[in-house]
């Protein structure tokens, strides 16, 4: 079946660093990917999506590319600020079945 | 306006009480979805609702039932539940149910069952 695997964390760096949070994907279909925010005590919140192979997603700050040749869909920001500190969630769906799986999350804990 | 409310943000009930969870959107979304979220763990979907009827049952114990009174409200009852339910109940919409189309989330209740 369709699944997600992210890197583990927790992952702690210090502000202005560069990150990357990994994201790779098995999928039977042509699915598309989702990164979503969790800040501590709320719900999820979209980041940025791309729907097919090559697009960019970005928001705030944050990039993404779909890579269906490497099936990833790794998360990069160029300089992190403490405000960024939350848990981050890779998703996919495909079909139209409305189900979204999710990658187990990756902590980020941003130091100043 | 891309808002999911969902009340009460808190909720503590023993395991012999009947209580309701309530989720709203007024962005015209068709299809609304029940998260159950554990500590430290990404959100398990446990129903999907499309256009008003239940088509998505993840297999959820009966003590919990959906309701959807009309297209912008979402209900979970919740009755004779266990501690192990402890959790923090995620609602979401989205436009359809498309791969492409967004789930937007509300701010969780957060439920202890004791």
């Known amino acids: 079946g369709d699944s997600v695997t992210q890197m583990e964390g927790p992952v702690t760096l210090s502000e202005e660093a560069f990150l990357t949070i990994n994201c790779t994907y098995t999928a039977t279909g042509y699915p598309s990917l989702f990164w979503y925010v969790q800040y501590p005590g709320e719900g999820l919140q979209l980041l940025l999506k791309?729907?097919?192979?090559?697009d960019k997603g970005s928001n705030k700050g944050f990039e993404a590319t779909y890579r269906k040749e490497t099936t990833s869909f790794h998360l990069e920001k160029g300089s992190v600020q403490v405000s960024d500190s939350a848990v981050y969630f890779c998703a996919l769906s495909s079909g139209n079945t409305g189900k979204l799986i999710f990658g187990q999350g990756t902590t980020l804990q941003v130091k100043p | 306006d891309t808002e999911v409310t969902q009340t009460p943000k808190h909720l503590v009930m023993g395991m012999t009480n009947k209580k309701s969870l309530k989720c709203e959107q007024h962005?015209?979304?068709?299809?609304m979805y029940w998260y159950k979220q554990k500590a430290k763990k990404p959100p398990e979907l446990m129903f999907v609702y499309s256009y008003e009827k239940l088509s998505i049952n993840e297999s959820v114990p009966s003590r919990f039932s959906p309701e959807c009174p009309n297209s912008s409200l979402l209900n979970l009852h919740l009755h004779a539940l266990q501690p192990e339910d402890s959790a923090l109940y995620l609602c979401?919409?989205?436009?359809?149910?498309?791969?492409?189309?967004?789930?937007?989330f509300g701010p969780g209740t957060r439920l202890t069952v004791l």
């Open positions: 962005m015209g979304h068709r299809a």
């Open positions: 979401a919409s989205s436009q359809d149910w498309a791969s492409t189309d967004t789930q937007y």
């Open positions: 791309a729907t097919k192979a090559d």
